[in-house]
């Protein structure tokens, strides 16, 4: 099979390719470049430039690459700027991945991954997610995620196309430095950048129906997300299988932000007391995914604890803030 892999110059999407390829699939990557590094990239991966919006482009880099398989992670993935800007996050987000599905359907390509979220689920009052758990999204990103996976079934189902929907949650971490996130919009980088200018972590409500009074949330390391698509990949290329199958991508561990900012002081040597403020409007207490149906479908189990994900953030943080 060739894998097309759109994002592929992105945090996620980089972890993807290396893996994919590093096991023996053909891979090619798309990215507009908006947010990736074309240098994340291996040299023996080839690298198109262009957004999933060009449904021309799309079309030729298909056909040219005999391609016979996409895992779609190119997306806007930042909550406050699609709750700024909805349009571009409905136009870029589902609208570029209805123009690959068409693209596909007309390559008669039959195997699709799509980039999913935690975010579909908004903030259910549940101790563990399952993929059943009704989906409420309480932002535009998470409508446009569960409005992707409408898409993506209905899709498959009006083409054949066999497809899986990966709700990733929480992801940190890095599988080498080079390939960190360099965005700084999850805990893990947020708490560095207070960190190395010399200001306290801040903590957002210690107040909640917890164990500690801050929120629990489920980390993976992007390692074990990018082994997770391997094993979907793997089983999507299987002749027999047909149909449209949603996994959870977590470790089924809730991690406290006190227990995560902890760690992180561990790690990077700055132990400073965390400053505590109110509560941030729509912030879930408690976010940990079920992991078990990922587990009996693929034979996946994410491998990698808190400690890998933060140490190896670090490692990446000083690569690209030279600290
Ligand atoms: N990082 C997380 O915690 C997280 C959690 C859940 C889901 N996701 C999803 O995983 C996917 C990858 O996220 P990431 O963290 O690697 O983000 P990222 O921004 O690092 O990667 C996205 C990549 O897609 C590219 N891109 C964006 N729009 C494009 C377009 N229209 N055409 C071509 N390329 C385009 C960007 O240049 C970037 O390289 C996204 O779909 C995101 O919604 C991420």
Avoid at 247 to 256: A, H, T, W
Wanted: aromatic share 6%; glycine share 10%.
């Amino acid at each position: 099979m060739t894998w097309l892999i759109t994002g592929g110059a992105g945090y996620i999407g980089a972890h993807v390719v290396r893996v994919m390829a590093g096991a023996g699939e053909r891979v090619v990557a798309l990215d507009d470049l908006s947010a990736g590094h074309a240098a994340r990239l291996p040299e023996d991966v080839p690298l198109v430039r262009g957004s999933s919006l060009d449904g021309e482009l799309l079309k030729r880099v298909l056909a040219e690459h005999e391609v016979t398989g996409v895992v779609h992670l190119a997306a806007r993935k930042q909550v406050a700027e699609s709750v700024a800007q909805p349009t571009r996050y409905y136009q870029e987000n589902v609208g570029g991945l209805a123009t690959l599905l068409d693209a596909v359907a007309e390559a008669g390509i039959r195997r699709l991954l799509f980039s999913s979220s935690a975010a579909v689920y908004g903030n259910p009052d549940v101790d563990l997610i399952t993929e059943d758990t009704p989906c409420a999204p309480v932002n535009p990103y998470g409508e446009t995620k569960l409005a992707g996976e409408w898409l993506v079934r209905a899709a498959g189902q009006a083409h054949g196309i066999a497809t899986t929907c990966l709700r990733y949650f929480n992801v940190a971490g890095a599988a080498a430095p080079e390939l960190a996130d360099t965005g700084v919009f999850n805990i893990v980088p947020m708490v560095f950048d207070r960190l190395t200018r010399g200001e306290a972590p801040r903590i957002f409500g210690d107040d909640h129906p917890t164990p500690d009074g801050t929120c629990v949330r489920d980390y993976i390391h992007v390692a074990d997300l990018a082994d997770a698509h391997l094993a979907a990949a793997r089983r999507l290329a299987d002749p027999d299988v047909t149909g449209d199958l949603t996994l959870n991508i977590g470790r089924g561990e809730g991690v406290s932000v006190r227990e995560m900012i902890t760690v992180i002081g561990e790690v990077t040597g700055e132990r400073r007391t965390p400053l505590v403020e109110g509560r941030r409007p729509g912030d879930a207490p408690r976010a940990v995914a079920s992991a078990e149906r990922a587990a009996a479908e693929l034979g996946w189990r994410a491998r990698r604890g808190v400690p890998e994900m933060v140490s190896s953030a670090w490692r990446g943080w000083q690569l690209h803030h030279g600290s």
